[in-house]
């Protein structure tokens, strides 16, 4: 299993990105998408999960202005960032955990997000 993720960039303070990743091979149906994120010198935190069977989690940070979002025909997640915040500087990380009897934890590359203030 391969995670591409895309989407990343410089935007100001209070504008929006929208982040995508594809995961593509061969992947075990129940299973959870995500986002974590990374800030320079900081521990990898979650930012927002979105299982298989629909449901959704986030970071309390970021509630109310990110949006986690699957097309599961299409193995892709999608992370929609809005009146981001310098804060939310940080490199994105796309994540895809399969359930079952031999859980599996697959890691994309990571996206750059600047947020300028």
């Known amino acids: 299993v391969q995670l591409q993720a895309s989407g990343g960039g410089l935007v100001q303070a209070g504008g929006s990105l929208r982040l995508s990743c594809a995961a593509s091979g061969s992947i075990f149906s129940i299973n959870r998408m995500g986002w974590y994120r990374q800030a320079p010198g900081k521990q990898r935190d979650l930012v927002a999960l979105?299982?298989?069977?629909?449901?959704?989690n986030y970071a309390d940070s970021v509630k109310g202005r990110f949006t986690i979002s699957r097309d599961n025909a299409k193995n892709t997640v999608y992370l929609q960032m809005t009146s981001l915040k310098p804060d939310d500087t940080a490199v994105y990380y796309c994540?895809?955990?399969?359930?079952?009897?031999?859980?599996?934890?697959?890691w994309g590359q990571g996206t750059q997000v600047t947020v300028s203030s």
């Open positions: 994540n895809l955990y399969e359930f079952g009897l031999r859980p599996r934890d697959y």
């Open positions: 979105a299982g298989s069977g629909g449901n959704t």
